[in-house]
């Protein structure tokens, strides 16, 4: 079956640094994305990562590693903006969207 | 990117009613999603909605509870038929985009449509 895994909460503090972790299982693979949700709002794109490696993109950076079926979403300097849910989610072989529940991110001053 | 725009934006509804809600996007596509998100729930696909054709449903919804629209390339209905206090839920229409910082095709989302039904 397809799966994915995300932690259910997390929280940390502002201007620290926070990774935010997710293992997936899909038949095939086209692609990991990550989204920001905030209460209330739509998902918004963050980040797509489809080769090993690192992506940065200002404060946030994403990974992967294809062999592992696994990817991380790292956070830094975090400001209280921060606080939303993180959604993991991989693109199968038919290019459907496989959604993670969501990472509900809580940034304490 | 994709601009989506969704109508209405919030509903309270009685039970037993239907429900239409609309989304517009700002360029032409060809498949259009609805996905539904339940409190504290992850995004779950209803259906894809092709122009020109049947949408095509996910295992669970069927076309008798979410007929779905898809005049042309830029517009599509979804209506929640006979409503329950369990539909109650954010409705999001969803294109396929070219995000140009990755230079990779992504999902954009409508704001959504929250959805109360009493």
């Known amino acids: 079956g397809q799966n994915i895994d995300q932690p259910t909460e997390m929280t940390a503090t502002e201007g620290a640094i926070v990774q935010i972790n997710c293992t997936y299982q899909t038949s095939g693979f086209n692609g990991l994305f990550w989204y920001q949700q905030h209460a209330g709002e739509a998902p918004t794109f963050l980040s797509y990562n489809v080769l090993d490696g690192l992506e940065e993109k200002g404060r946030f950076s994403s990974f992967l590693s294809r062999s592992k079926g696994y990817s991380y979403l790292l956070l830094k300097e975090l400001q209280m903006k921060d606080s939303a849910s993180y959604l993991c989610?991989?693109?199968?072989?038919?290019?459907?969207?496989?959604w993670g529940a969501g990472t509900k991110l809580i940034i304490k001053p | 990117s994709a601009v989506i725009s969704q109508k209405p934006s919030r509903d309270i509804c009685q039970r037993g009613t239907s429900l239409t809600i609309q989304c517009q996007v700002d360029s032409q596509v060809t498949m259009m999603f609805w996905y539904r998100q339940q409190p504290g729930q992850s995004l779950t696909l209803i259906a894809t909605a092709n122009q020109g054709s049947e949408a095509t449903y996910e295992s669970g919804f069927v076309i008798d509870k979410f007929p779905i629209s898809r005049p042309n390339l830029t517009f599509s209905t979804l209506t929640v038929s006979n409503m329950s206090p369990e539909d109650s839920s954010i409705y999001l229409c969803s294109v396929r985009g070219l995000d140009r910082g990755t230079m990779g095709e992504t999902q954009y989302f409508g704001p959504g449509t929250r959805l109360l039904v009493l």
């Open positions: 989610a991989s693109m199968d072989s038919n290019y459907q969207l496989i």
